[in-house]
């Protein structure tokens, strides 16, 4: 009975956004991500933007061939968002969702939750949220239309219990890092409605002023100012967390003072240069 309030509640705080064209909650899919793609390509497609949650799913994807650990109490949704923005600008829509998710927990965390460019969220060191975006078009009355899916999945009140061994040690979740006054209170359905509600206004603020992503995030970069190792095709860079370009390329400082824009990567935290 509880479950069917929250949803219901967190149904009617979604609509009063006035944003998303669909909203569909499933009780059990294969992914989020999967699902809403093979929607968008239907004969009978969701109107954009588009929303997609699942009360569990069955086989979650993360980035790469990695999956996503999808036990009671982590909320998982999609969303497909038509392309507003100069193709120039896009590479900064990660970041702009790591933030709003970082920014949206800050609200029920003791600790500051922080980015792992471009988008993982870190709260004590320790991953509570994972970010998967993927980009398509379709054809819709003549004209091709360009659409990201952007699936997130946050761990809100999950019992580790049986979870796998590794995930024990480099994962949190929410109401673990929260005060007591505010434990109780956490649910997917409410988080997820934190989560769109501070994604519309850091998509707001991004889209009126070109540098206010700049400007936000050495607050909320878990990188900032620390070594990093990035390896991109083969190749690796060590060097100095140093923010952010206008494109969304992390800035690394390396040894000898030079300074790489770094687009794409896989990227780590080491010590001192080692």
Known sequence: MKQRFDRDRALQAIDQLGYFQSVRWWEEIDSTNR???????????????????ADRQLAGVGRGRNSWWSPSGCLMFSMAVP???????????????????????????????KVKWPNDVYIEDRKVCGILIESSTRRM?????????????INCCIDWTGAPEELRASAISLHEASPKSLAESISPESILVSVLQHWRNVSDRSRMDKQWLGREWAEWSWLEG????????????????????S??????????????AVLSGTVRAIEDGC
Do not use: M
């Open 141 to 153: 009355d003549g004209n091709v239309e360009e659409y990201s899916i952007i699936g997130i999945g």
């Open 247 to 260: 494109s969304g390329a992390l800035l690394i400082e390396d040894r000898f003072g030079r300074t790489h």
């Open 35 to 53: 699902c809403l793609a093979r929607e968008l390509k239907s004969d009978n497609p969701p109107s954009l933007p588009a929303l997609l949650v």
């Open 226 to 245: 620390k070594w990093v190792e990035i390896v991109s095709s083969g190749s690796s860079l060590i060097g100095l967390a140093k923010g952010i370009n």
């Open 83 to 113: 392309w507003s923005i100069p193709e120039s600008e896009r590479a900064t829509l990660p970041l702009q969702v790591g933030l709003a998710v970082a920014q949206s927990l800050a609200d029920w965390s003791v600790d500051q939750p």
